[in-house]
């Protein structure tokens, strides 16, 4: 709605986007992105309750530099949604970002200016992951 852009917009002062690396240009962007109702209704989510209930193998990747999800809060929480999942992998990813770029900051406005468009050491874990787990040698 124009209310909860015009909200948003008032919140997303030009210090909180520096804190998540957008520019001021990408307010108005933001702002009618988050006010969707997928934004509303995602908070509420149980994602370990779903977790719980995985068990096929699972490869679970989080970046160092990413702003949107901390690797260091999320992943214990991910290993811990799985832990009657047999076959659960979980990996810290020293300084990609979000896209799994090798990144400076992690911030969303960090990610065009990467040459990078994944990371050769992520694409070889999964890599790895799959083919121990799903190809015949």
Known sequence: SATA???LRHFLTDAR???IGVTPAQREQLASEFSR???REFPQYD????????HVPVLALGGTRVVQVSSAENLP???AALSRNRDVTVRELRDLNHLFQRAKTGG???YSQIAESFSPEAMGIVREWIATRFLRR
């Open 77 to 79: 929480s991910i290993s």
């Open 47 to 54: 994602a370990a309750a779903t977790l719980a209930r995985v």
């Open 17 to 19: 986007l520096a804190a």
């Open 5 to 7: 852009v015009g909200q």
């Open 37 to 39: 109702p997928w934004w």
């Open 108 to 110: 969303v406005s960090e």
